[in-house]
């Protein structure tokens, strides 16, 4: 098929390529000459596990092509998918001048039939908003659906090439049947395929999302029930998880949840639920929470130096808000640096593929290290922030030379707490 992606980021250009690699002839587009620039000359501007080699090689096929001109993809193309920012509003809501501002100029180049699908996360309601503007623009026929993308950066091809399922909103049988007959060769193993109306498919997302933050800071109030009274949180866990209506996944503890997703996809839903007369109080709870926790650790460190910060350096290990990634949306690292560098402490940081994103946060306000050990050197203490392979099987004879008081503060639990101590650290954790 032929298919245009206007939204090139880590949504846009994973379905793109991923579509490509298919078979199908895509066109990315998107407003940022440079990235697109970039593109073309066979760079990627995010870090993305797989990525890199699919583009190349679907764009050495030309199967995969990179531009700024939207009319021009639109005119070459069956079905055209939206897969553009949808930030966080002032007042929570998702802010659709984005979406809306591409359906109307995809409507303006439509020379004929062609397939409209929102893939970026809107608000019940937008697909009906995406067709009142395409039906002002256009005399043209088309189909909107709302497609959902449930891919985790850090797995995003994978999750991609190999979905636990596709959601497809429509309420026209020409334009489902498109759409999955695209998704097909993706759902071989028996992945579901699921058409449903617009509204159900949009909210499909958000309730997933708000439930996976739920979890998430469930088992960090768990955790903190289990530091209150001396539990220990892995057994807990362990525990709740073996119970098969609960499942293991989502419930480890740490410094809470971020990214450009759950944080503005909870605050959104509550928000569009609020426009009904709806109030999500689970969602208001669980977002508190998240703010919490986010000074868990700092909370920790402050305790341990005894409120006096000023003049301690501490290395921060990982700045991306999950393993795998370089995007630091919304990181948790990024208010416990600053509230670090706010008490007076140094910060000497070191991530696998964020330093460059970190530069244009933090600037020359903390130390960057380009190798992990270098981050030690001299530090009063190490806080690891994001789960990393990487960090997980240290040389720990080496870090305890390398910094100057042995003290961890684990914000992913990722140290057995024996070994810490046959090592001589003083170990912090969440919840153990
Ligand atoms: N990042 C994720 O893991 C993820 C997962 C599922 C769904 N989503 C949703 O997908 C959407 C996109 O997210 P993302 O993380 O890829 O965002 P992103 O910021 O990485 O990418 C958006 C891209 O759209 C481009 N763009 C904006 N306006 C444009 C326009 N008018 N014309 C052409 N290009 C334009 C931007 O330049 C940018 O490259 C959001 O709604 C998000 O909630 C994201």
């Given at each position: 098929m032929k298919i245009a992606v206007v939204g090139t980021g880590y949504v846009g250009l994973v379905v793109g390529a991923c579509l490509a690699e298919s078979g199908n002839d895509v066109i990315c587009v998107d407003k940022d000459a440079s990235k697109v620039r970039m593109l073309r000359r066979g760079q990627i501007p995010i870090y993305e596990p797989g990525l890199e080699e699919i583009v190349r090689r679907n764009k050495a096929e030309s199967r995969l092509t990179f531009t700024t001109d939207l009319p021009k993809a639109v005119k070459a193309s069956q079905i055209v998918f939206i897969a553009v920012g949808t930030p966080q509003g002032e007042?929570?809501?998702?802010?659709l001048q984005h979406v809306l501002g591409v359906a109307r100029d995809v409507a303006r180049a439509m020379d004929g039939y062609r397939v409209i699908v929102n893939k970026s996360t809107v608000p019940v309601g937008t697909a009906e908003k995406v067709r009142e503007i395409v039906r002002r623009e256009t005399t043209h026929p088309f189909s909107v659906v709302s497609n959902p993308e449930f891919l985790k950066q850090g797995a995003a091809v994978d999750d991609f090439m190999k979905p636990d399922r596709v959601v497809i909103g429509a309420e026209d049988p020409r334009g489902a049947e498109l759409m999955v007959a695209l998704h097909k060769p993706f759902t071989r193993t028996g992945a579901p395929i699921m058409v449903m109306d617009c509204a159900s498919a949009e909210l499909s997302k958000y309730a997933s999302n708000a439930m996976l933050a739920t979890k998430i800071s469930f088992m960090n109030e768990i955790a903190n029930v289990c530091d209150a009274f001396g539990a220990d949180v892995d057994l807990v866990r362990q525990a709740v998880g073996s119970d098969r209506r609960i499942?293991?996944?989502?419930l480890f503890p740490g410094v809470g949840y971020g990214g450009s997703c759950f944080p503005k996809d909870v605050k959104a839903l509550v928000r569009f639920s609020s426009d009904k007369k709806y109030e999500f109080k689970i969602l208001k709870a669980v977002e508190s929470v998240n703010e919490l926790q986010k000074r868990v650790l700092v909370k920790k460190i402050d305790a341990h130096f005894k409120g006096n910060l000023k003049g301690k350096t501490i290395a921060v290990w990982g700045l991306a808000?999950?393993?795998?990634?370089?995007?630091?949306?919304?990181?948790?690292a990024v208010p416990i640096i600053n509230t670090l560098l706010e008490k007076g402490a140094k910060v000497q940081a070191y991530d696998p593929e964020a330093l460059k994103v970190a530069r244009g946060i933090f600037g020359s306000k903390i130390a960057y290290a380009s190798?992990?050990?270098?981050?030690?050197?001299?530090?009063?203490a190490l806080a690891v922030v994001t789960e990393w392979q990487?960090?997980?099987?240290?040389?720990f004879v080496k870090m305890r030379k390398l910094l100057?008081?042995?003290?961890i503060f684990d914000g992913r639990n990722i140290y057995d707490k024996a070994q810490m101590k046959s090592h001589g650290f003083t170990y912090h954790s969440i919840g153990r």
């Open positions: 007042d929570g809501s998702a802010d499942g293991t996944s989502f808000f999950k393993p795998k990634t370089d995007d630091m949306r919304e990181a948790p190798k992990p050990y270098d981050a030690l050197r001299g530090a009063h990487e960090f997980r099987e240290p040389d100057a008081e042995p003290v």
